[in-house]
């Protein structure tokens, strides 16, 4: 899985997507609203562990994400 940090511009608010390996787009999010989005996608028990690379990324980044227990 692919994570990227799309930085908002004026009222827009900063999102974040998730894509899977082939880079299809999963979930696309806000920053400050990730829950329903990955409980919905089925990831809620790793919301704190994807939350946390979101937080230290850069804007305009993309990273790859290895999650365990998917």
């Known amino acids: ?5 799309v ?3 004026a009222k827009i608010p900063d999102y974040v997507q998730l894509r ?8 696309y999010f806000r ?3 990730p829950d329903k989005s990955l409980e919905k996608l089925g990831l809620g028990e790793h919301a704190e562990r994807i939350m946390e690379v ?3 990324m850069p804007f305009g ?6 999650l365990t227990n998917l």
Do not use: S
């Open 1 to 5: 899985m692919y994570v990227m940090k």
């Open 7 to 9: 930085k908002g511009v």
């Open 20 to 27: 899977d390996d082939a880079f299809t787009l999963l979930a």
């Open 31 to 33: 920053v400050d609203r």
């Open 54 to 56: 979101v937080r230290e």
């Open 61 to 66: 980044q993309i990273r790859k994400l290895e």
